[in-house]
């Protein structure tokens, strides 16, 4: 695609229940990067995927986070027995492989826990 | 431990006014620094900056790295309210396979008419 997509844009759900994110990132992008973003807080580093392996897991805050990536594209960011404290943006950008690129953004999932 | 501080935190100027926002840094195996702006949703990609005493420039924004420093600023002329955003400065660091960037907690600018 042309940039980064995410789902949903917005999710609304109790505390308690688990939440799966979605990004697609930009063709041909063979780095993919996790962040959560809170009110007045800056990004924080949460996984990077290098193809379909994750080489830095250091900034997944709890085992109740996971994340994966099937085919070298799409990921998915699983959040399990959610917590009010995961409110956030979740904010996922991708690369291209080798070398020293920007990364580009996607929109980002708005998630609210109740 | 690695941190990208940003200053001011915040600020607020008339259309027309020009700014200067600052980044420092203090990282082991510096590789770049960016720079991001960042209105509703995604940040958007501005600048990437390598080597020292190099302006970037694209139209009214411009940025420099001084790696003497460990610092770098990004300044906007003749402000307009569209650049009213949070800008957002990363460091890249050289680390094998690891690609994360260091942020900095932002500058909010807000540009009044």
């Known amino acids: 695609g042309a940039g980064v997509s995410q789902s949903p844009s917005n999710k609304v759900t109790e505390k308690g229940k688990d939440v799966e994110l979605r990004c697609d990132p930009i063709?041909?992008?063979?780095?993919l990067y996790w962040y959560r973003q809170s009110l007045g807080q800056g990004l924080e580093f949460l996984i990077y995927?290098?193809?379909?392996?994750?080489?830095?897991k250091s900034g997944l805050p709890s085992d109740r986070f996971s994340a994966e990536r099937t085919g070298g594209s799409v990921s998915t960011l699983t959040i399990q027995r959610t917590q009010q404290e995961d409110s956030a943006v979740y904010l996922c950008?991708?690369?291209?492989?080798?070398?020293?690129?920007?990364?580009?953004f996607g929109d980002g999932t708005r998630l609210s826990i109740l | 431990e690695d941190k990208v501080v940003q200053s001011p935190l915040s600020l607020v100027v008339h259309e027309g006014d020009t700014v200067t926002l600052n980044c420092s840094y203090e990282?082991?195996?510096?590789?770049?620094l960016l720079w991001y702006k960042q209105e509703k949703k995604a940040p958007t990609f501005l600048f990437m900056l390598?080597?020292s005493g190099i302006e970037k420039k694209s139209g009214r924004l411009s940025s420099i790295l001084d790696k003497k420093e460990l610092s770098s600023i990004l300044n906007i002329t003749a402000t307009q309210t569209g650049d009213s955003a949070i800008y957002l400065c990363?460091?890249?660091?050289?680390?094998?396979?690891?690609?994360?960037?260091?942020w900095g907690l932002g500058t909010s600018l807000a540009v009044n008419p």
């Open positions: 950008a991708s690369t291209a492989g080798g070398g020293n690129q920007p990364q580009h």
């Open positions: 063709s041909g992008h063979t780095a």
């Open positions: 995927f290098q193809g379909n392996s994750a080489p830095d």
């Open positions: 990282v082991t195996n510096f590789r770049s």
């Open positions: 390598t080597s």
């Open positions: 990363a460091v890249s660091l050289n680390a094998g396979n690891n690609r994360k960037l260091i």
